[in-house]
């Protein structure tokens, strides 16, 4: 069974930083390629970043680009957000998502909530002006 579990959400003022991380536990997160999406009140999810099952490549959404940076440890089952130059409107409840990958095909990115399998609790994320 997998599990993801977030930590590292939290209150920060604006123009600071923010590292979440999100433990696989259950299964080898190498077999995983994974994203982080966010929540705010009143609106849809929305995807934030996304990395293959080796951490060889990435993707962002456009407002995030430059400012966040995701990250996989496999040995440590582990992936990780770097969050820098934080605004008011990243404000959100951050959720990290897993989906197996079977060997040998390849190393996409996905983007979409429904390419997602497996979910965490989320984070809380609140950034003060």
Excluded: H
Aim: aromatic content about 14%.
């Amino acid at each position: 069974q997998v599990q993801l579990v977030e930590s590292g959400g939290g209150l920060v003022q604006a123009g600071g930083s923010l590292k979440l991380s999100c433990q696989m536990s259950g299964r080898r997160f190498d077999n995983y390629a994974a994203g982080w999406f966010r929540q705010a009140p009143g609106k849809e999810r929305e995807f934030v970043a996304a990395i293959t099952w080796g951490g060889g490549g990435t993707d962002y959404a456009g407002s995030m680009k430059g400012r966040f940076t995701v990250s996989k440890d496999n040995a440590k089952n582990t992936m990780y957000l770097q969050m820098n130059s934080l605004k008011p409107e990243d404000t959100a409840v951050y959720y990290c998502a897993a989906r197996f990958i079977a060997p040998f095909s390849g190393s996409d990115l996905y983007t979409n909530t429904e390419d997602y399998t497996y979910w965490g609790q989320g984070a809380q994320v609140t950034v003060s002006s």
